[in-house]
C-alpha cells in the first residue's frame, strides 16, 4: 500500500530532551511537510521541503530541525529549545508538478513533554 | 492567500445530507477552493476542490457561488464516519509555490444516530 507512515503514534520524553519523529512515504512525492497542531487549533507549519537536500522554514520552525536526504524520509527533530513541544505532530507529502494542492498526510505523531 | 470564514460547529441526522458553508470573500480570480476533513487524531483527507464551477466526486459536492464569495461543502448522505472537522481553504494554482496550506479552525460537524 502506497502511503505516509509518521512513527510512534505516541512518544514520551523528559522536558530538556531532544526527540525526533520519523516521517516515511512511498509515494513518490517530491514535496513533505511537517505540521504542528495544538487542542483545538488548525494546523501550523514547521518546515517543508520540496527537493532531497533542500528545506525551507514555515511560520513555527524555532526549536525544531529537519533533513532530507532521502526522497522518501522528512525526519523532524523537536530540540530541548522548543519552549512548548507537547502537541499533534503531522507529516505530509505532494507532488510537486500537481497542479493542485491535495497534501498526503500520515497518521501523526502525539508528543508529550512531562 | 485568502481568508476563509466557517461556523464552529453543525450537527446533522444520519442519513441526510450536510452542507457546510464557507465564506471567502477576499477569493481572488486565480484561486481554488479546497476542502479537507480531520477525524479525531487522524491526519487530515482531502476531500475536493473547485474554482468556479460545481464539482462532485465520490465524497461529497462542491458548490461555488457565482461571484465565489461563499462556497458549500455538501455530503449527500451522511453516516456517522463523516463525524470530523472540516477544513475550507482557498489557494491558488502554483506548483512553484506547492509549499504552504492556510489551516483556519474548520467546521465540527456531528452526525448524530
Known amino acids: 500500500d502506497g502511503g505516509i507512515t509518521q512513527s510512534p503514534k505516541y512518544l514520551f520524553r523528559k522536558e530538556g530532551q531532544n526527540v525526533t519523529l520519523s516521517c516515511e512515504q512511498n509515494l513518490n512525492h517530491d514535496a513533505m511537510y511537517w505540521y504542528r497542531q495544538d487542542p483545538g487549533q488548525g494546523l501550523r507549519l514547521i518546515y517543508y521541503s520540496q527537493i532531497v537536500n533542500d528545506f525551507q522554514k514555515g511560520d513555527i520552525a524555532e526549536g525544531y530541525s529537519v533533513s532530507r536526504e532521502k526522497k522518501e524520509s522528512f525526519p523532524l527533530t523537536v530540540t530541548s529549545a522548543q519552549k512548548n513541544p507537547t502537541a499533534f505532530y503531522l507529516c505530509?507529502?505532494?507532488?510537486?508538478?500537481?497542479?493542485?494542492?491535495?497534501?498526503?498526510f500520515g497518521p501523526g505523531t502525539r508528543l508529550t513533554v512531562l | 492567500d485568502a481568508k476563509t470564514t466557517q461556523p464552529p460547529s453543525m450537527d446533522c441526522a444520519e442519513g441526510r445530507a450536510a452542507n457546510l458553508p464557507c465564506n471567502h470573500s477576499t477569493i481572488s480570480g486565480n484561486e481554488y477552493v479546497y476542502w479537507y476533513r480531520q477525524i479525531h487524531s487522524q491526519g487530515p483527507q482531502y476531500i475536493i476542490h473547485?474554482?468556479?464551477?460545481?464539482e462532485t466526486n465520490e465524497m461529497a459536492s462542491l458548490i461555488i457561488t457565482e461571484d465565489r464569495k461563499s462556497s458549500t461543502l455538501i455530503l449527500p448522505h451522511a453516516t456517522l464516519r463523516d463525524t470530523a472537522v472540516y477544513y475550507c481553504i482557498v489557494r491558488t494554482i502554483n506548483a512553484g509555490n506547492n509549499r504552504k496550506l492556510i489551516w483556519g479552525l474548520g467546521t465540527s460537524l456531528a452526525v448524530n444516530p
Open positions: 473547485g474554482l468556479k464551477n460545481n
Open positions: 505530509a507529502s505532494s507532488p510537486i508538478e500537481s497542479s493542485y494542492n491535495e497534501q498526503f
